[in-house]
């Protein structure tokens, strides 16, 4: 859904990667930086209570999260290690952001609409790792699994928008809701890559002759 702002945000960051590259910034360094203010962001402002201001700086460097590759490209430095260390610490700040909103469903509220919170918002953070695993997973063995309806974009925006304009009344329970369909989305994204995998790689599809991967 969000795929074709950050194309535009390339763009626009082309200039300020110039920049850095002049300088002698790295793609790794940017890389690990913004996975280190995204998660101090995520945990020291969501279970707080500063909930807009936590969701609008997330969100502001969630548009980063190109930068790096704009950087690597113009520098010629693209390759699989920094394909590796960007998606590894996508999977943290990523965690971060959804244990802040645990955090802050523990701290400041109660009842049913605390439990629930806390379990869709858990139920977020694990099948939201999920979801680019079986992506990776797919492609160690020979299958492409780019399908889903939730994106990792898509997830930190749906989850951050209500995060954020609960502290201006939104109701709680919206967020719970949102958080529980997000998800059931992320749910479905997983089924739905496992299913292009098995048309793929599945008894029938033409692999008789390859040796069996292990499994674990």
Do not use: K, N
Request: with cysteine; glycine share 12%; proline share 4%.
């Amino acid at each position: 859904m969000f795929s074709r702002l950050r194309s535009t945000m390339q763009a626009v960051f082309t200039p300020l990667a110039r920049a850095l590259m002049r300088r002698g910034v790295s793609p790794d360094a940017v890389t690990i930086a913004g996975t280190v203010v995204v998660t101090g962001l995520a945990l020291g402002l969501l279970p707080t209570g500063h909930l807009f201001l936590g969701a609008l700086l997330i969100g502001v460097f969630a548009l980063f999260d190109s930068l790096d590759g704009v950087l690597a490209r113009l520098s010629g430095r693209t390759g699989p290690w920094g394909a590796f260390l960007d998606s590894t610490l996508d999977r943290v700040s990523d965690g971060a952001v959804f244990t802040g909103i645990a955090l802050w469903f523990l701290l400041h509220t109660d009842g049913a609409v605390q439990t629930w919170g806390v379990i869709a918002t858990l139920a977020c953070l694990v099948l939201g790792g999920v979801v680019p695993y079986a992506r990776a997973r797919a492609e160690s063995v020979g299958a492409d699994a780019h399908v889903g309806i939730a994106e990792r974009s898509d997830r930190l925006v749906i989850a951050l928008v209500p995060t954020g304009f609960v502290q201006f009344g939104l109701p709680v329970v919206v967020l719970v809701v949102v958080l529980a369909l997000l998800a059931a989305a992320s749910l479905v994204t997983v089924v739905q890559r496992i299913g292009a995998v098995h048309r793929q790689l599945g008894p029938g599809a033409g692999s008789a002759g390859e040796p069996e991967v292990a499994r674990g």
